[in-house]
Structures are given as structure tokens and as C-alpha cells.
């Protein structure tokens, strides 16, 4: 029952209501005062001109069209407020409250404080006074003031006027304005740019993009994309052979779980990111959202070219996958529940989230309906044609056309005021914006200049022309096709080969055809992608006689010392160089200066093992006479590392079976023979003196060098001094190497008393895992008594039993030593 109050104030709503001419009825609406309303009328037609949907919607508004943002109202004027948001029963992954059916928006923040955030990455917290500072005067965030604050090292550019930078070379200009809402308040900046951060550019990679957050937590989301995204893609890139869209992929993943794993929530928030890295001519692009990258290219005229896709439902593809994911796809609907504005992306059993966009990062409650954080990735080579990229949020997108973008950078691009064009493109944006709609999204670009060398229009046009011939084609065909690829305004010297290119190979005239190449190659000074290249001069080089080859050969290899390239890659082009010519009568010659340039630059390791392994055929091949062999033989000794035996020991097996068959050959061409360790053994051998024991390899250097000057009196010295210790010893390498170790072992027990695993593993250049076998093996030599600790991994010597020779074996050992000397000098005297 209703108590009496109760009861007059229903009575008097009834008699109320029964006094109203529901005729004059119109739509509900919330309360306004009288400056609210004013602002109303005067913002209706601007309301109406923006969601006036034409037949080809899709061209000029780039199917972007913006919700219409109510107006400020107040809590106390909605009593019932407080029981509506209350969380409802939807699963909500332990973030933040559901939103009811068709709930207002609020401009209400996350009980995270920003200081908490800050400290998380890094980030200097600003002090209360600059926050009561930056609240009155309702600045925005943006991220020049992220860029400058955060902990990130710099990159290496140098400012020019008005604001344009470099990066290697590579000019560019980045700019970005917060947005405003309808009524002119300035909004927090959710863009984010990434310019060339440190870690991508130490590997010669170039990378900028745009991160364009959203929901009141996008400027966050934006924040982490900027600073986690490049360390993952640095990461990625650090793998061999990597796939790049593997690796676009995977640090998107693994952004995107961190943004999820945030503190903050990420139920309506999230942020598109596009991408652009490249490589001298390569580019590659990963987008995520309604960002854009566009290229513009000057062929025949100027031309834009979209190099990324946008991601929208008005995409049938994009549209499909949402709705077979499970989610629901529609216009948002007035009070009416008529169609307003573009398709979105709801759930399918609430109006939530309402995303314009199918691909982004964050987004929890998007993602549950189908939005993706999985990158579309697009791979491009840039031609001379290609003079600039812009990379832009929807900020510049939405009332602006490819073109129109275009046709306002190109009459500064033209002149080289790259910062006029980015303050110019800036006022139009905004225009723009004033022209279409009350409020205004916030506006970043980067303006990115192509810039491709002459060799990697070389590499281009020859690629091109060993594809076209491949495919069958007609020279006619082909040198049409090549020439859409030569920009003849941007050297003469390219244009004039690319038009004698198939007259000269035609003709077979291979030694002009490498010559022009040569000359071309050296106008540049960026000598990356030529390995094509040397490929092709080098197949050409086979075509020559003896005489051409000789001139192109000689021309080939100064030209390889001049360039200004790491000695691998040198290394490896001689090497590559030398396999092609083998067979020719150039290939002794050509072998010997590849010894002496690797023995220059210090990179005998990348071929050391294939020329051992080849030296027999070599020899064989060249039909050498004896000094000639000899010649070779030192210049391969030379090389070899003395910590590996294995190569000299082939080497001087091979030289016992083919050389000669007397002795005295022999003995005269290890004099010859530099590889000290491994001459001294053979010696032995030939003798028939190779049961004494071998000392250790320093002194055995300097007991040879003295054997063969002739002095004995400093041998004997030497023998007299040394407190060395022998072994057997035969002649296979790795018993010589164990032997080795042992022996260095037994040295080091009588230094000290105990000794860890990794003195010992470098001491014995060896694993540290294989530390108790040696330790092992010493100990069943019965030279050295030593106990093992595993757990402090350490080894300690109880005793050394290493015996010294006596006078007798010193005496026998000088005997021989003395029948070797006279042979030799015998040998040398005949």
C-alpha cells in the first residue's frame, strides 16, 4: 500500500499527465541550458553535412566517419546515475566494469595513476606543481614530449632548417597536434610516433611509424607500442635468415600480450600502429587499423600508390572474418534507430565495443569479437621513381585524399623545403577538419624521402634483365621492360648502359660489358646488393681469352681493394672469383693473391679449410714445377693457424707421396717449408729419429730455427737450459693435440696447487664440460696425482711425478740432432 505522501504524488502526476497533448510529444533529449542549446543549432548543420551519407561514401570519406560526442553534463542532474553503472553479468576478464546497452559515454579515467605508469617504463614523474600547471593550461601530452622523456637513446640525426632531420643519409620530417573536442577543449594526444629508434638503426635498418590510440586509455596503449615494439622487432631481426613477416608478427604478438598484461585497462582501449622499415631499397610495411603509408613516385607524372590497407568493416574480407569470429558487424543507431555514421564492430549480444577499425592492439573486448592484432605485411623495392613515403594516422586521412596529400608536399618537396611542406600539410589538415566537423582527431605524419642510389638501380636493371630473359622473352620485349626502370633523368651514365646492355651481350662482347659495369659500380659509394653482380661479371669473365681475362681479372681485383666493404665480404668475393677461374691458366696467379689479400686482411679462416681440402686438385691441375709447388706451399703455411695441426699435416703427407722419392728431396723441401712444428716431425721421421721425445711447441720453434742455421753451439745451450719434459708422440694430429694438453697440464701442476675448471678450460683451450676428462687423462699418464671436487668445481694437485731427462738423454738427443745438421748442410751443399 502507498502511504499518504505517496499517494498525493501519484494523483497529482496522473492529473498532470491527463493535461498533456501527447500530439506535441517530441524525442527525449538531455537536460540543456540556454548556452547549450545555442550551441546545438549552431553545430546541427555541421552534424548533418558530416553524416550525409553519398553514393561514393567510400572514396571521399575513406569510410572514416567519427561518432558525435555529447555534450558535458553534470551527475547531479541524473539521479539515477549511480544504480545504471553498476557491472552487469559479462564476462569482463577482471578489467573494469562492463558498459551497459547504449550507456553514455563518460570522460572518466582509470583509478591507475599516472605516476605509477611512468615509474613502470621509466619515465620521469612530473612534480605536482607542473601537473596543476599543465591541468589549467590543458596542454596535451605529445609525443615529442614522450620522445624527449624517455630513457631511449636518441637517434643519430642532424637538424636542418625548420625542423627536417637525417638519419644515414635519409631525410625526414615528423610532426604531430593533439586534438580538440566540439567544444574547443584540447584533448590528451593518444598518436605516437616512432622515428628511427637506436636499436633498429645499428643494423642498418631504417623504421618509423604511427600509433593512433583510442578509448581513454589509448594514449597509454600508444606509449608501450612506441617503446616495446622496436626492442622486439630489434630481437626478430637478430635471427638468422629471418622471415620478415614472420618477424613483423611476432613482435606485434608479443607487444600486444604486454599491452594486455598492463596495469591499466584495456577493455575499450587500443591503438592502430602501421609500420615502415626499410633496407637501402627494400620496404617492408605491417599495419594494424586505419593508418596509412603511401608512397609517391614520379613516373611520367606524379602518382600516389597506397601501400597499405586500411582495416575496416566496410572491407568485405575484414567484414567475413569479424562476423565469422563471431562478431557483428552495423552502423551505430540514434535514439531513432536510424543508421549513423560508418560499420562497426559490436559484439553480438551488446552494443560494445563499437570499433571502427578490425585490426588493432589492446582492445580485450574488441578482440573478443574478432579484432586482430595480426599485422598484414607488404614487401616493396624502390626504384630512383620513387621520391618520398608519407606515413600518417586517420588524423590526416579523414578529410584528406592520397592525392590531395600529395599535390600539397610535392611544390616544397620540389624545392627542398621539406619543413614547409610539413607545416603546410599540418594548416590543411586542420582545415580540413574545421570544414567537416566540430571536433578534430589528432594529427601525426612522418614525410619520409626515397632515397635510391645508382647501384641499386644497377641491381634492379640486371636482376630484371636475367628474369626477363629467363621468362623467353624478345630482346625488344625485355628492353622495353628495362627501360621503365631506368630513370634517365637521374644519370646519364645509367641510361646510356641500359641501352647498350642487350646490344653488348648480344654481341658477346663480354670484356666492354664488364668494363661499363665496373665503371657504373664505382660512381656509387654504396657498395651493398653487388654480390648479383659480381656474379654476372665474374660468369662473363669465363667467356674471355687468357689476354682479356688477365685486364678484366687485374681491373676486378683493384676494385675489390678500394671499395668500402667489411674484409669478409671481400674475402668471399675473391674466393668466389677464384672457384669460377679454377681451370683457367689465370688460376696460380689468381690463387696467390687471394693468399696474400687474405693474409692482409685477416680472414684466412673463411678459406683455409676449402683450399686444403682442394689442394691436391689444385697442384695437380697446374702441372707445377718443383719451386713453383714450393711457392704455393709457403704462402698456404703462412696461413695455417699453429693451434691446428690437422692442415699441415695434410699438406706434408701429400708432399711425401708426389713430390719426389729420395730424402734429400724431402728434407730440402721442408727447409723450404715454414709450417716450423710440423717440418720438425717429418724431419724426425725421415731420419728415422722419431722415437725421442718432442718438447713443447714454443721451444720446439726455437730448437728447429736453430737446427737449421747451423748453430750447435745454441742448440746445446738451448737443450741445457730448458727443464722440459717428452712424450711418445706419432704422427696423427689428434693424439698430438691430447698429448698436448696433457703435457700442458702436467706444466701447470707444478705452478700451483689447485686450479678451477675454467683456468684449466682456457689454459687447455678447451670446453669447460670436458675438463675432468683431461684432468682424467693426465692422471692415467702417471705424471701428476690430482683430485677432482665437482661440487666447487675446482681441481687440486697432490703430487708431480714429471721425471727429467738425464745427461745421457740429453747427449743421445744432441747426437742425432748433430747426424740431422750434417745431412742438411750436405743436401745444401750438392
Not at 552487469?88 to 576478464?93: E, F, G, T, V
Not at 567475413?320 to 551505430?332: D, F, H, L, S
Not at 734429400?664 to 723441401?669: A, F, R
Amino acid at each position: 500500500m502507498l502511504t499518504q505522501s505517496q499517494q498525493h504524488q501519484f494523483d497529482f502526476k496522473t492529473r498532470q499527465a491527463s493535461q498533456i497533448d501527447f500530439s506535441s510529444l517530441k524525442p527525449p533529449r538531455h537536460p540543456q541550458g540556454e548556452n547549450q542549446q545555442e550551441l546545438h543549432r549552431t553545430q546541427k548543420p555541421l552534424l548533418q553535412k558530416r553524416y550525409k551519407v553519398t553514393a561514393d561514401e567510400s572514396d571521399q570519406r575513406n569510410h572514416k566517419i567519427s561518432l558525435p560526442s555529447l555534450t558535458n553534463f553534470r551527475k547531479t542532474e541524473f539521479s539515477s546515475l549511480e544504480n545504471i553503472a553498476q557491472p552487469i553479468s559479462i564476462l569482463n576478464q577482471g578489467n573494469g566494469i562492463r558498459i551497459p546497452n547504449r550507456l553514455p559515454k563518460l570522460e572518466s579515467r582509470n583509478e591507475i595513476s599516472k605516476s605509477k605508469y611512468e615509474i613502470e617504463f621509466n619515465q620521469t614523474p612530473r612534480d605536482e606543481e607542473q601537473k596543476q600547471k599543465q591541468k589549467q593550461k590543458k596542454t596535451s601530452f605529445t609525443p615529442e614530449q614522450r620522445i624527449s622523456e624517455s630513457p631511449e637513446k636518441k637517434s643519430s640525426y642532424s637538424k636542418k632548417k625548420g625542423g627536417a632531420k637525417q638519419w644515414q643519409g635519409m631525410s625526414y620530417l615528423h610532426k604531430t597536434k593533439a586534438g580538440c573536442q566540439i567544444n574547443k577543449q584540447t584533448k590528451t594526444n593518444q598518436d605516437a610516433a616512432i622515428v628511427f629508434p637506436q636499436n633498429i638503426g645499428s643494423q642498418n635498418y631504417g623504421l618509423v611509424g604511427i600509433c593512433d590510440g583510442h578509448g581513454v586509455n589509448g594514449h597509454l596503449v600508444s606509449d608501450i607500442i612506441k617503446q616495446r615494439l622496436p626492442i622486439y622487432l630489434e630481437y626478430q631481426l637478430h635471427s638468422q635468415n629471418p622471415d620478415m613477416e614472420d618477424c613483423f608478427k611476432n613482435c606485434f604478438e608479443l607487444t600486444n600480450s604486454e599491452i594486455l598484461q598492463s596495469q591499466f585497462d584495456t577493455a575499450l582501449s587500443g591503438s592502430t600502429t602501421v609500420l615502415a622499415l626499410i633496407q637501402q631499397n627494400q620496404l617492408w610495411t605491417a599495419n594494424v587499423g586505419d593508418s596509412r603509408v603511401i608512397l609517391c613516385r614520379n613516373v611520367n607524372g606524379w602518382r600516389s600508390v597506397p601501400i597499405t590497407r586500411d582495416h575496416k568493416p566496410s572491407d568485405e574480407a575484414e567484414k567475413q572474418r569479424i562476423i565469422q569470429a563471431g562478431g557483428r558487424v552495423q552502423c551505430q543507431r540514434d535514439f531513432f534507430g536510424n543508421s549513423v555514421g560508418p560499420e562497426r564492430v559490436w559484439l553480438s549480444y551488446i552494443d560494445a565495443p563499437g570499433l571502427a577499425m578490425t585490426r588493432s592492439m589492446g582492445d580485450k573486448i574488441g578482440a573478443e569479437a574478432g579484432v586482430s592484432s595480426i599485422p598484414e605485411v607488404f614487401q616493396f623495392t624502390l626504384s630512383t621513381n620513387d621520391k618520398f613515403l608519407v606515413i600518417a594516422s586517420d588524423g590526416v586521412w579523414e578529410y584528406l585524399s592520397n592525392d590531395e596529400v600529395m599535390n600539397i608536399i610535392i611544390p616544397y618537396y620540389e624545392k627542398g623545403e621539406l619543413d614547409q611542406a610539413g607545416e603546410k600539410l599540418m594548416i590543411e589538415a586542420i582545415n580540413s577538419w574545421k570544414k567537416n566537423s566540430p571536433a578534430r582527431d589528432d594529427i601525426t605524419f612522418i614525410i619520409q624521402l626515397c632515397v635510391v642510389k645508382l647501384i641499386y638501380q644497377l641491381f634492379i636493371y640486371m636482376s630484371l634483365h636475367f628474369q626477363y630473359l629467363g621468362q623467353g622473352l624478345s630482346s625488344q620485349k625485355t628492353m622495353e621492360l628495362l627501360q621503365k626502370h631506368c630513370s634517365s633523368n637521374h644519370h646519364n651514365k645509367i641510361a646510356d648502359f641500359g641501352a647498350t646492355f642487350d646490344e653488348l651481350l648480344e654481341q658477346q662482347k663480354y670484356k666492354e660489358l664488364i668494363l661499363q659495369t665496373l665503371e657504373i659500380i664505382n660512381l656509387s659509394s654504396d657498395k651493398t646488393l653487388l654480390q648479383p653482380i659480381y656474379s654476372a661479371i665474374q660468369y662473363w669473365m669465363t667467356k674471355l681469352d687468357f689476354k682479356e681475362q688477365q685486364i678484366t681479372v687485374d681491373l676486378f681485383l683493384k676494385h675489390i681493394e678500394q671499395i668500402n666493404e667489411e674484409a669478409i665480404f671481400k674475402t668471399k668475393i675473391m674466393a668466389q672469383l677464384f672457384n669460377t677461374l679454377s681451370s683457367s691458366q689465370l688460376s696460380q696467379n689468381l690463387f696467390l693473391k687471394l693468399l696474400e689479400c687474405v693474409k692482409r686482411w685477416n680472414t684466412q679462416q673463411l678459406i683455409i679449410s676449402p683450399i686444403i681440402s682442394n689442394i691436391k686438385e689444385f697442384l695437380n691441375l697446374w702441372t707445377l714445377t718443383g719451386p713453383e709447388v714450393l711457392k704455393i706451399l709457403n704462402a698456404i703455411s703462412d696461413l695455417i693457424d699453429p693451434q691446428d695441426q690437422q692442415y699441415a699435416i695434410q699438406i706434408s703427407e701429400y708432399i711425401l707421396r708426389n713430390i719426389s722419392t729420395s730424402q734429400e728431396q724431402y728434407i730440402k723441401t721442408f727447409i723450404n717449408f715454414q709450417n716450423i712444428n710440423q717440418s720438425f716431425l717429418k724431419l724426425c721421421e725421415i731420419t728415422q729419429c722419431s722415437n725421442y721425445q718432442v718438447i713443447e711447441k714454443t721451444q720446439l720453434a726455437s730448437l728447429i730455427k736453430l737446427v737449421l742455421s747451423g748453430d750447435l753451439t745454441a742448440v746445446q745451450a738451448l737443450l741445457e737450459k730448458e727443464d722440459a719434459y717428452f712424450k711418445s708422440i706419432n704422427l696423427n694430429s689428434q693424439q698430438y693435440l691430447n698429448q698436448t694438453r696433457i703435457a700442458k697440464f702436467i706444466q701447470l701442476s707444478s705452478q700451483k696447487q689447485s686450479y678451477t675448471y675454467q683456468e684449466i678450460a682456457e689454459a687447455l683451450n678447451i670446453q669447460l664440460e670436458k675438463v675432468e676428462i683431461w684432468v682424467i687423462h693426465a692422471i692415467q699418464s702417471q705424471n701428476v696425482s690430482a683430485q677432482i671436487d665437482q661440487s666447487q668445481q675446482r681441481i687440486y694437485i697432490l703430487d708431480n711425478f714429471k721425471k727429467l731427462l738425464t745427461k745421457e738423454d740429453w747427449q743421445n738427443l744432441h747426437k742425432k740432432l748433430s747426424a740431422l745438421l750434417t745431412k742438411l748442410k750436405n743436401v745444401q751443399t750438392q
